[in-house]
């Protein structure tokens, strides 16, 4: 279906449905449009975005916010400095190193053949 007609099901505008495909919280257009041909969207693009207005309702985040989240999860060196932020802000703690440690021992033992 055609832009406004995927917005006025979900209830947004066409606008924000085009802000939410910038953002990255639709997949990608697998339907061969060339140029400026336009979108079309799918029953599973809107169950897509009627997820995404979910979660954003249930934790109070905006649709950028969202969008980053999902940038962390699939991107692990933006995960690992984000986890660094966390840990200096005290919002996360820091990884137990006395039990890497000892796993680390652990497995060292294990493959030298004495553990």
């Known amino acids: 279906m055609r832009i406004t007609q995927a917005a006025a099901r979900l209830g947004l505008t066409p606008r924000m449905l085009r802000y939410r ?4 919280l639709l997949p990608p257009a697998h339907d061969g449009r060339a140029g400026g041909a336009h979108r079309r969207y799918t029953d599973a693009d809107l169950a897509t975005v009627a ?7 249930q934790y109070d ?13 699939a991107d ?3 995960a690992r400095r984000v986890r660094d932020l966390g840990q200096r802000l005290g919002r996360l703690a ?11 021992q652990r497995a060292l033992r294990w493959l030298n053949g004495t553990g």
């Open 76 to 78: 692990p060196e933006v």
């Open 51 to 57: 997820l995404t207005l979910a979660i954003e309702r």
């Open 94 to 104: 820091p990884p137990p190193t006395r039990a890497l440690d000892f796993e680390k």
């Open 21 to 24: 495909e910038r953002l990255g």
């Open 61 to 73: 985040v905006s649709p950028a916010a969202l969008a980053f989240a999902v940038r962390v999860l």
